[in-house]
């Protein structure tokens, strides 16, 4: 048991690096630890970290969305001007969720099933989901949703946001998928050798094209959580998102190249970034210096992990050479299920 | 075996090359058609995002039309590179004047010196640059001195002369760190002894998530001054779902957003200030400073001044400002 959990430890450097900066952040600030504040970093959290689900999925399958954040505005004006049209709170949202995820089948067939090169149609696609959702707007933003619609993202259950219900459950369900179904592995042979996945019968255009629709169905539940936190469908929704999502992957540790990564690693990364950007508002850091400030803990938090990798490896060699120890090495075990 | 190509590769090729070709037909057609005999002013203002764009544009387009000019939209993107490129691209084609908000003020010294060569009159837009032949500007400390009074005022007479209070910023752009400064300073002169907590936010979700976290830790905040309106409604969302008492709530923007406006028009309780700029009067003027330097007529170095909007202000005066939305 003992054992398991200091495996597990070391295997999750940043989740040190995340009680690190609590602990930082609750010497500094007498606010930080409480609950209320706890609420509303996770609410904070919530939309990147829900898109982050399927985006980790792409990462560690070899492919990248980076359209996300031009999608998250699609889906929120989309909405916007459905209700401006008076059809309806239920309709508005359902056009809302289909115009990110129509916009997630198009990746998904350009790249998966055409070969088209992941970035260059992402990249389009962050050009081209806001140019559309400009066009449709004009630039105008759309607002007075009514109390219903400000149920999800301003709504509590049980004390807790709604949001971050809604990241739970899409996170638990990401969680299943990634270690429980032979999805999980299979995402993670695609990623590492695409050609030998093929040739075991993994299907290597179906799953990515799934993927794909995911991440844009995600990213539209995201517009509409921010739409109703904001109680209007801004253009000026998602800006950025895309590199939010993408850092919360990386310091995850979910490998770009593909073919290894942890989920749990990319929950501990979203949770540090907006630990950390909460945490510096509070302590009054001067603006000037909280950029600085956010680039020096990510860079400390990426070292800590990779550290805490050097020494699982050289431990566990260490023991490998040992015969006397009988318990197999744990790096033996395929990278993506750790 | 043989090196055959695939009906799959095929098709594949079939739709590249038909995608090349309407891409390129798309891009020829839409390459503006020189009008006869008209002069053309590239304006240079990347920012298409804010909702008053459509009408700003509309306003620059029917002056334009009215003098008889053609004018050259940006689609660079908020980057200096981008941004040199295009300018660089209507020097090249010859455009008599342009006019031009740089993504970097310092770092447009290059693109007057060309354009003194090639005798294309240079106008700075929302910035004072060394050389060219005017400017137009926003009279940024002016706005940020008024609302920083008003603040002040609220200060005194609703929360009993002191207050913490919340200033949201956008420290890359010359406007928005006076519309902040300026503000600050003169609460500073009013009320020396107030608390002050800034941060980086200018757009709306990004205010949001900057204005929850301030309101955890410091939640005797009742003042907010934002760099823009966009963010003052974040801002607003934020204090709604704090549960914190609405009373005496005073949250400041700038620009003019037709939602704020809207919302000091209803006399919202939160959104208290705006200072507007006449979106209208700034898309004219955008055209009418070129004419002057080519006629030699009237000023060439203009400061529009904002109108600074409560929920007193007459509903005329409002609805006046928010006459550029109604495209």
Same mark, same amino acid.
């Given at each position: 048991m003992t054992r398991a959990l200091l495996e597990w430890a070391q295997r999750n450097g940043l989740f040190f690096a995340l009680v690190i900066l609590f602990v930082f952040f609750w010497l500094s600030s007498?606010?930080?630890?409480?609950t209320a504040n706890i609420a509303v970093i996770l609410q904070q959290v919530s939309v990147v970290g829900l898109i982050a689900v399927p985006g980790a999925m792409l990462v560690l399958s070899g492919y990248v969305d980076l359209s996300v954040g031009s999608i998250t505005v699609l889906g929120a004006v989309t909405f916007g001007k459905a209700m401006e049209a008076q059809l309806g709170l239920g309709v508005s949202i359902v056009l809302g969720l289909m115009a990110g995820t129509a916009w997630g089948v198009l990746n998904g067939y350009l790249? *998966?099933?055409?070969? #088209?090169?992941p970035i260059i149609v992402t990249l389009g696609g962050l050009a081209g989901a806001r140019g559309l959702a400009q066009l449709v707007t004009h630039g105008f933003t759309q607002f007075g949703f009514g109390p219903t619609f400000a149920i999800l993202g301003n709504g509590e259950l049980l004390a807790i946001p709604v949001p971050v219900w809604i990241y739970a459950a899409v996170f638990l369900a990401g969680a299943h998928v990634w270690y429980q179904t032979p999805v999980g592995p299979h995402m993670a042979a695609i990623g590492g050798a695409r050609d030998a996945a093929r040739a075991l019968g993994i299907k290597t255009r179906t799953l990515p094209f799934w993927l794909y629709v995911a991440s844009g169905l995600a990213s539209s539940v995201g517009g509409l959580i921010v739409s109703s936190e904001l109680d209007g469908s801004s253009?000026?929704?998602?800006?950025?998102m895309e590199l939010d999502v993408l850092t919360g992957i990386l310091l995850g540790g979910v490998a770009f190249t593909g073919g290894r990564g942890s989920l749990f690693g990319v929950l501990f990364g979203t949770i540090f970034i907006g630990a950390l950007t909460n945490g510096l508002v509070q302590i009054n850091v001067s603006p000037y210096f909280q950029q600085v400030a956010v680039g020096i803990a990510l860079v400390l938090a990426a070292g800590l992990d990779v550290l805490y990798q050097r020494l699982d490896r050289i431990r566990f060699s260490d023991e490998a050479d040992?015969? *006397?120890?009988p318990v197999p090495a744990v790096s033996q075990q395929p990278e993506a299920v750790k | 075996m043989t090196n055959q190509i695939r009906p799959s590769s095929l098709y594949r090729r079939h739709i590249i090359k038909a995608g090349g070709l309407i891409a390129a037909s798309s891009l020829l057609s839409g390459l503006p058609a020189r009008a006869a005999g008209k002069k053309r002013i590239g304006f240079?203002?990347?920012?298409?995002?804010?909702? #008053?764009f459509h009408g700003f544009i509309n306003a620059v387009h029917g002056e334009a039309d009215r003098l008889g000019y053609e004018v050259l939209e940006s689609f660079?993107?908020?980057?200096p590179e981008g941004q040199m490129s295009e300018l660089n691209a209507w020097i090249a084609a010859g455009v008599d004047a342009l006019v031009v908000m740089p993504s970097d003020p310092n770092a447009i010294g290059g693109i007057v010196a060309k354009c003194k060569q090639k005798g294309i009159v240079f106008i700075g837009y929302a910035n004072i640059i060394p050389g060219a032949d005017g400017y137009m500007k926003w009279d940024d400390p002016k706005a940020g001195t008024a609302v920083g009074e008003l603040a002040a005022k609220h200060i005194q007479e609703k929360l009993g002369g002191t207050a913490e209070v919340a200033l949201l910023t956008l420290l890359t752009n010359q406007a928005t760190r006076d519309r902040i400064g300026f503000s600050r300073q003169a609460i500073e002169k009013a009320l020396p002894g107030t608390k002050f907590w800034d941060t980086e936010a200018v757009l709306a979700p990004e205010a949001l998530k900057a204005t929850q976290s301030l309101l955890q830790a410091?939640? %005797?905040?009742k003042v907010i001054i934002c760099c823009a309106d966009d963010g003052a409604l974040g801002a607003r969302a934020a204090y709604l779902n704090s549960?914190?008492?609405?009373?005496n709530v005073f949250i400041a923007g700038f620009d003019g957003s037709k939602q704020n406006l809207t919302l000091l028009k209803q006399k919202d %309780? #939160?959104? %208290? *200030?705006s200072a507007a700029l006449d979106i209208a009067e700034v898309g004219r003027t955008v055209v009418d400073i070129p004419d002057r330097v080519f006629h030699h007529t009237g000023p060439t170095e203009v400061t529009i001044p904002y109108v600074i909007v409560?929920?007193?202000?007459d509903t005329g005066t409002i609805d006046g400002l928010l006459k550029v939305y109604e495209v």
């Amino acid at each position: 048991m003992t054992r398991a959990l200091l495996e597990w430890a070391q295997r999750n450097g940043l989740f040190f690096a995340l009680v690190i900066l609590f602990v930082f952040f609750w010497l500094s600030s007498e606010r930080f630890m409480t609950t209320a504040n706890i609420a509303v970093i996770l609410q904070q959290v919530s939309v990147v970290g829900l898109i982050a689900v399927p985006g980790a999925m792409l990462v560690l399958s070899g492919y990248v969305d980076l359209s996300v954040g031009s999608i998250t505005v699609l889906g929120a004006v989309t909405f916007g001007k459905a209700m401006e049209a008076q059809l309806g709170l239920g309709v508005s949202i359902v056009l809302g969720l289909m115009a990110g995820t129509a916009w997630g089948v198009l990746n998904g067939y350009l790249i *998966a099933i055409l070969n #088209f090169s992941p970035i260059i149609v992402t990249l389009g696609g962050l050009a081209g989901a806001r140019g559309l959702a400009q066009l449709v707007t004009h630039g105008f933003t759309q607002f007075g949703f009514g109390p219903t619609f400000a149920i999800l993202g301003n709504g509590e259950l049980l004390a807790i946001p709604v949001p971050v219900w809604i990241y739970a459950a899409v996170f638990l369900a990401g969680a299943h998928v990634w270690y429980q179904t032979p999805v999980g592995p299979h995402m993670a042979a695609i990623g590492g050798a695409r050609d030998a996945a093929r040739a075991l019968g993994i299907k290597t255009r179906t799953l990515p094209f799934w993927l794909y629709v995911a991440s844009g169905l995600a990213s539209s539940v995201g517009g509409l959580i921010v739409s109703s936190e904001l109680d209007g469908s801004s253009v000026s929704t998602g800006v950025g998102m895309e590199l939010d999502v993408l850092t919360g992957i990386l310091l995850g540790g979910v490998a770009f190249t593909g073919g290894r990564g942890s989920l749990f690693g990319v929950l501990f990364g979203t949770i540090f970034i907006g630990a950390l950007t909460n945490g510096l508002v509070q302590i009054n850091v001067s603006p000037y210096f909280q950029q600085v400030a956010v680039g020096i803990a990510l860079v400390l938090a990426a070292g800590l992990d990779v550290l805490y990798q050097r020494l699982d490896r050289i431990r566990f060699s260490d023991e490998a050479d040992d015969p *006397a120890d009988p318990v197999p090495a744990v790096s033996q075990q395929p990278e993506a299920v750790k | 075996m043989t090196n055959q190509i695939r009906p799959s590769s095929l098709y594949r090729r079939h739709i590249i090359k038909a995608g090349g070709l309407i891409a390129a037909s798309s891009l020829l057609s839409g390459l503006p058609a020189r009008a006869a005999g008209k002069k053309r002013i590239g304006f240079g203002q990347p920012d298409r995002t804010a909702d #008053f764009f459509h009408g700003f544009i509309n306003a620059v387009h029917g002056e334009a039309d009215r003098l008889g000019y053609e004018v050259l939209e940006s689609f660079s993107g908020p980057t200096p590179e981008g941004q040199m490129s295009e300018l660089n691209a209507w020097i090249a084609a010859g455009v008599d004047a342009l006019v031009v908000m740089p993504s970097d003020p310092n770092a447009i010294g290059g693109i007057v010196a060309k354009c003194k060569q090639k005798g294309i009159v240079f106008i700075g837009y929302a910035n004072i640059i060394p050389g060219a032949d005017g400017y137009m500007k926003w009279d940024d400390p002016k706005a940020g001195t008024a609302v920083g009074e008003l603040a002040a005022k609220h200060i005194q007479e609703k929360l009993g002369g002191t207050a913490e209070v919340a200033l949201l910023t956008l420290l890359t752009n010359q406007a928005t760190r006076d519309r902040i400064g300026f503000s600050r300073q003169a609460i500073e002169k009013a009320l020396p002894g107030t608390k002050f907590w800034d941060t980086e936010a200018v757009l709306a979700p990004e205010a949001l998530k900057a204005t929850q976290s301030l309101l955890q830790a410091h939640p %005797k905040i009742k003042v907010i001054i934002c760099c823009a309106d966009d963010g003052a409604l974040g801002a607003r969302a934020a204090y709604l779902n704090s549960g914190l008492s609405p009373d005496n709530v005073f949250i400041a923007g700038f620009d003019g957003s037709k939602q704020n406006l809207t919302l000091l028009k209803q006399k919202d %309780k #939160f959104i %208290k *200030a705006s200072a507007a700029l006449d979106i209208a009067e700034v898309g004219r003027t955008v055209v009418d400073i070129p004419d002057r330097v080519f006629h030699h007529t009237g000023p060439t170095e203009v400061t529009i001044p904002y109108v600074i909007v409560t929920p007193e202000t007459d509903t005329g005066t409002i609805d006046g400002l928010l006459k550029v939305y109604e495209v």
